[in-house]
């Protein structure tokens, strides 16, 4: 059995996923109708086999603390467990997590409680299926102290990332930050001929890590002001001659949930008819609460590319590539494309909703058209509103609704009322 703790890290403010983030942390968006982002490594973790995690995170932080503690149960038979770590006052630390390296230095006494050879680094805004123990067990044959898994890209998307260059034993000998397009050509690595038929000859980092626990307990009594990894750590046991470093790369879906636009786009592509990250496969299940939620009601909608989620009452007259989420109430007549709809945390009751004089009834109301627009839970959304996102709008701020990179996001709770019109 390999002994190997996950450290799951959730981010900070995540100012990128605003407004989505103002009341939630980022691992605790909801994503794909009925998940939320931390159920993605999670579940990576337990169909590895790794049952043993932590999730850090200091930000809006109650949610995500409820959903794991209302989805994340192990038996007295198993000794796994999901524990959620704050930020924390300590006899070493009083301050709040000041990067990925130093959450996990502040949280190490906690991990030592435990017996365990390795620590898996996970991020909790990606979306992705890795066999870990496949991983792990690359690390060990490698004889690597550091294993970075990495992804090949072209030479278009390669700007964007920390790209590792890889010798033709898999081990990594140098590192750049974001190189330049004219740069590129000397950080080409020696990959598989099916990633050279692509054009994808950089190994760029996913920011998923194992560490030996001796070279991370020396790397946090060596450099005890560093903060990040990927930025300090990384390059440099990369740099080091002492320490062996590892790239073990990963042909298959994995984008990272990091701005409004990937995040929608994310979601989109769950709807294609194969979609590139499969939630529909016996092995690689995506775990989540079990909600005991009715099946969802459709009266004579027209349904094309819909991922929808259960307890949903829907009298649309269309709806095209979008998704649906928990206990969605849509109005008639109402059509629906390019949207992500995150549904509502309760049921209205019929004597709740016939006393509504506001018209605040929660879910889209009639005769609506929305189109790239994301609808954040609990919203209202009146009568004959109009709500259409395109690439052209300017970023703005509102009291109910945000526009980034050409979406509109209404925001958790918000209330637009009859005739609304955004975007026209």
């Not at 192990?74 to 467990?81: A, K």
């Not at 499969?278 to 989540?288: R, S």
């Not at 009298?315 to 979008?322: F, L, P, V, Y």
Request: glycine content about 8%; aromatic content about 10%.
């Amino acid at each position: 059995m390999i002994k190997m703790l996950s450290v799951i890290l959730g981010g900070g403010v995540g100012s990128r996923l605003y407004p989505l983030t103002k009341d939630r942390s980022k691992p605790a968006v909801p994503i794909g109708g009925k998940y939320r982002l931390i159920d993605i490594p999670i579940s990576n973790c337990l169909n590895s086999g790794v049952r043993r995690m932590f999730v850090l995170t200091q930000y809006n932080s109650a949610s995500l603390n409820q959903h794991i503690a209302n989805t994340y149960h192990f038996d007295i038979f198993s000794n796994g467990f999901v524990n959620l770590m704050a930020a924390e006052q300590t006899p070493s630390s009083n301050e709040w997590f000041q990067g990925t390296a130093d959450a996990v230095r502040q949280i190490m006494h906690h991990l030592d409680a435990h017996d365990y050879d390795y620590v898996l680094i996970l991020s909790g805004d990606q979306l992705y299926q890795m066999d870990f123990e496949e991983l792990a067990k690359y690390h060990i044959s490698q004889k690597a102290q550091l294993t970075i898994a990495t992804i090949p890209v072209n030479d278009r998307d390669a700007p964007g990332f920390g790209i590792m260059k890889v010798d033709e034993k898999g081990m990594v000998n140098n590192f750049v930050e974001k190189p330049a397009k004219e740069e590129l050509g000397n950080w080409m690595s020696d990959v598989e001929d099916k990633y050279k038929r692509e054009n994808k000859h950089y190994l760029a980092s996913m920011g998923i890590y194992i560490f030996n626990k001796e070279l991370l307990k020396k790397l946090f009594a060596d450099y005890p002001k560093a903060t990040d990894f990927g930025k300090e750590f990384i390059p440099h046991c990369i740099q080091d001659e002492n320490t062996t470093v590892a790239s073990y790369a990963f042909g298959d879906y994995w984008t990272d949930i990091g701005t409004i636009r990937s995040f929608f786009e994310a979601n989109i592509e769950l709807t294609d008819t194969i979609p590139k990250f499969n939630l529909f496969d016996n092995q690689k299940i995506v775990y989540t609460r079990g909600r005991m939620l009715p099946p969802s009601k459709v009266f004579g909608t027209r349904f094309f590319k819909a991922v929808v989620a259960e307890g949903c009452i829907i009298h649309a007259e269309k709806i095209e590539t979008s998704v649906i989420g928990l206990r969605s109430r849509i109005g008639e007549a109402t059509v629906i494309t390019n949207a992500v709809v995150m549904g509502n945390d309760k049921f209205q009751s019929l004597e709740e909703m016939m006393n509504d004089t506001i018209g605040s009834q929660l879910g889209i109301g009639k005769y609506c058209v929305i189109d790239h627009a994301i609808i954040d839970k609990d919203a209202s959304i009146g009568d004959h509103c109009i709500i259409k996102g395109n690439i052209n709008m300017k970023d703005e701020e509102t009291e109910n609704y945000t526009v980034r990179d050409g979406i509109v996001i209404v925001k958790k709770g918000a209330v637009l009322p009859a005739g609304t019109r955004i975007g026209m």
